[in-house]
C-alpha cells in the first residue's frame, strides 16, 4: 500500500500504563497497520487484547510511548487538545453500550445538534441535517423529541450511529458497536453500517471480539493477542484458513445456530488451548 493510499497509519506503536510506584503495563507492543479511504479494518482478539487501546491511541485518549500514528498524511500522535477539535470533523466513535453512551436527559435532537453546534452551524442548517441523519439510519421524524430512555437497545445504537456520520467524517472507530445487542438487532446495525459506507465511502476501524461479526462486515482483519499483532490479511483469508492458533480459537468461540457444530468446536477449542501459541 501506498502512502497516498493510506487514511490512517499507525507503525510500531506503544503504548505502556504507569500505575503507582514502578509498576509498568504494556498495553500495546510494536503495533503497525493502515486503513485505507472507504475500507473496514476489523480488529479483533479478546478482552485484554489491547484492540480498545489502538482505538483510543488513534482518538488522542491514550498515552503513545512509541511510534506514529498518521493520518491523511499528517503526524496526529502527540497533537494537543486544542487541535482535536478540528480533527473532530473527520474522525468520530461509536462506543460499545447505546445504553451509557448517550446523554439520558437530552432529546435526539439535542444529541445529534451538539456536535454540529460546536463546530459553528446555525441551528437552522443543524437541524435541517438532523433530518436527513434520522432518515440516514431508518428513525422516524418525530425521534428527535424524544429520550434515549424512550428506544431499545438497536435504536439507540443509531442515534450514536448518526450522531457520528454528523459532521461527514473521513475515519469512524466502531468499539464493540454491536456486542450489547442480541443477534438480529446486531445483523441490521451491522447492515446500516454497510449501507452507510457504500453511500458516504467512510472508512471504519472495527473493533470487535467476535471474529464472525468482524467477517461480516471488514474487509481486512487484523488479529491481537497481549498486545501483539498475531494474524493479518484479506477477511477471506483470515476467516477461511486462520494460521495461527490463537486465531483458530476465536473463530472456535464465534456462536452457531447448530448445538452440535458448537458441541464440537468447544472440543477443538480445548485441544487448541493445550497446545503452545506460536
Known amino acids: 500500500m501506498n502512502a497516498s493510499d493510506k487514511l490512517l497509519s499507525v507503525n510500531d506503536l506503544e503504548v505502556v500504563y504507569r500505575g503507582r510506584g514502578r509498576k509498568v503495563f504494556t498495553a500495546l507492543k510494536g503495533v503497525s497497520l493502515d486503513i485505507r479511504p472507504g475500507e ?43 487541535e482535536r477539535r478540528s480533527l473532530a470533523r473527520e474522525m468520530q466513535v461509536v462506543f460499545q453500550d447505546p445504553y451509557t453512551s448517550l446523554n439520558p436527559s437530552m432529546t435526539v435532537a439535542d444529541i445529534l445538534a451538539e456536535p454540529l453546534l460546536i463546530q459553528g452551524w446555525t441551528r437552522k442548517d443543524a437541524y435541517a441535517r438532523i433530518r436527513e441523519l434520522l432518515d440516514r439510519v431508518h428513525l422516524p421524524a418525530d425521534a428527535d423529541r424524544r429520550l434515549p430512555s424512550e428506544f431499545s437497545g438497536g435504536q439507540r445504537q443509531r442515534v450514536a450511529i448518526a ?82 492458533a490463537y486465531t483458530q480459537r476465536l473463530f472456535m468461540s464465534a456462536p452457531v445456530a447448530d448445538v452440535a457444530l458448537q458441541r464440537e468446536r468447544r472440543q477443538e477449542r480445548r485441544l487448541l488451548a493445550t497446545g503452545s501459541e506460536r
Open 40 to 82: 473496514t479494518l476489523g480488529l479483533v482478539g479478546e478482552s485484554g487484547s489491547g484492540k480498545t487501546t489502538i482505538g483510543r491511541a488513534v482518538l488522542g485518549l491514550a498515552p503513545v510511548s512509541k511510534g506514529t500514528i498518521t493520518f491523511d498524511g499528517r503526524d496526529i500522535t502527540n497533537v494537543p487538545a486544542s
Open 163 to 244: 450522531r457520528a456520520i454528523a459532521l461527514h467524517p473521513r475515519l469512524i472507530i466502531c468499539d464493540e458497536p454491536v456486542s450489547a445487542l442480541d443477534l438480529t438487532t446486531q445483523a441490521r446495525v451491522l447492515e446500516l453500517l454497510i449501507e452507510i459506507q457504500e453511500a458516504t465511502g467512510v472508512a471504519y476501524l472495527f473493533v470487535s471480539h467476535d471474529l464472525g461479526v468482524v467477517r461480516h462486515i471488514s474487509h481486512r482483519v487484523t488479529v491481537l493477542y497481549r498486545g501483539e499483532i498475531v494474524e493479518a490479511g484479506d477477511v477471506d483469508q483470515v476467516t477461511a484458513r486462520p494460521e495461527h
